[in-house]
């Protein structure tokens, strides 16, 4: 089993325009995290693990892997991956960054 660690989050920022004060303003501002994680040619399937996460859906190379709540593992199909750079996009609509993220593979 191989482990990929090296990675780095870009933060979303929130929009400039707020709800007026006669709107409800939201609970959590919902982010947006982009990381790049190096793969070797494997040709496997790969499990894509994080810790610190909140509610949400993660996003491989373009392609909707699933949903996420309170925990990250999800089945990352081989045919997801390609060899060099590959771009994970996480959506949290809670508002929380991962503190960590790794691909294992299967």
Do not use: H
């Amino acid at each position: 089993i191989g482990t990929l660690t090296a990675y780095a989050f870009a933060r979303w920022s929130p929009p400039p325009v707020w709800p007026t004060a006669s709107q409800k303003a939201p609970k959590a501002t919902p982010i947006w995290s982009r990381a790049t994680l190096k793969a070797p040619p494997s040709g496997r399937d790969a499990w894509l693990e994080g810790t610190g996460v909140g509610c949400g859906s993660a996003i491989v190379n373009g392609k909707s892997i699933g949903r996420f709540d309170g925990e990250l593992r999800l089945l990352v199909p081989a045919s997801f991956l390609v060899a060099g750079q590959n771009e994970i996009v996480l959506f949290d609509r809670l508002g929380v960054a991962p503190r960590d993220l790794s691909l294992r593979w299967i």
